[in-house]
């Protein structure tokens, strides 16, 4: 079973940028979908954005399209999310995570999803 590590969050203003990184372990990487999820103080965890095995097809939640963008090196067995525009409400703890392949298209639901980061937190002040 792959494991996930994320990286990259922070304190950030209103309007700001980060780039959120989750470095996978094992020779499988390439085999699975990855997603992004967050959960905010109080809420239930929301998905965020979800990318295909080799990186070619990518879903975003509609309060991050044209905002977030998500990509992955299967060389590095890394995926990476890129947040511009950032608001208050986008602060949450953001949580990587690994599917089969077989559950892209139902990779807006976590309960798909095998394995998953410690999760990293992004506060953005506005």
């Known amino acids: 079973q792959v494991q996930l590590v994320e990286s990259g969050g922070g304190l950030v203003q209103a309007g700001g940028s980060l780039r959120l990184s989750c470095a996978a372990s094992g020779r499988t990487f390439s085999s699975y979908a990855m997603g992004w999820f967050r959960q905010a103080p109080g809420k239930e965890r929301e998905f965020v954005a979800r990318i295909s095995p080799s990186g070619g097809i990518v879903y975003y939640a509609d309060s991050v399209k044209g905002r977030f963008t998500a990509s992955r090196d299967n060389a590095k067995n890394t995926v990476a999310l890129q947040m511009n525009s950032l608001k208050p409400e986008d602060t949450a703890v953001y949580y990587c995570?690994?599917?089969?392949?077989?559950?892209?298209?139902?990779?807006?639901?976590?309960?798909?999803?095998?394995?998953w980061g410690q999760g990293t937190q992004v506060t953005v002040s506005s």
């Open positions: 995570a690994a599917a089969p392949a077989s559950q892209f298209y139902r990779g807006y639901n976590s309960d798909m999803y095998d394995a």
